[in-house]
Nanobody, 124 residues
Framework: QVQLVESGGGLVQAGGSLRLSCTTSGGAFSTYNMGWFRQSPGKEREFVAAISWYGGPPNYADSVKGRFTISRDNAKKTVYLEMSSLKPEDTSVYLC?????????????????WGQGTQVTVSS
């Protein structure tokens, strides 16, 4: 059974930084494309960033490009999301997801496994 556990969320002031982590267990992490999404109450799940299993360039949503960086450590079975220059509109629950093989995707429906999420709150 594949499990994903996010951590690192919290409360931060606008302009601040946070690093989210997502550690996996029970699967072949090195073969997973990994994505970060975010979801706020009453809104659809929104793509944030994705990174391939084969080392290709990461993908980012336009809203976070230049501020967020996704990376992965296959030895630790962990994917990270470094967030800087945070804005109040970045406030959301951040979820990581894994997609077996193929390629990274911005479509949440194409991911096979999901974590429970971690709350990020950016105060103005």
């Amino acid at each position: 059974q594949v499990q994903l556990v996010e951590s690192g969320g919290g409360l931060v002031q606008a302009g601040g930084s946070l690093r989210l982590s997502c550690t996996t267990s029970g699967g072949a992490f090195s073969t997973y494309n990994m994505g970060w999404f975010r979801q706020s109450p009453g809104k659809e799940r929104e793509f944030v960033a994705a990174i391939s299993w084969y080392g290709g360039p990461p993908n980012y949503a336009d809203s976070v490009k230049g501020r967020f960086t996704i990376s992965r450590d296959n030895a630790k079975k962990t994917v990270y999301l470094e967030m800087s220059s945070l804005k109040p509109e970045d406030t959301s629950v951040y979820l990581c997801a894994a997609r077996e093989y193929y390629s990274p995707s911005s479509n949440s429906h194409e991911y096979h496994y999901w974590g429970q999420g971690t709350q990020v709150t950016v105060s103005s």
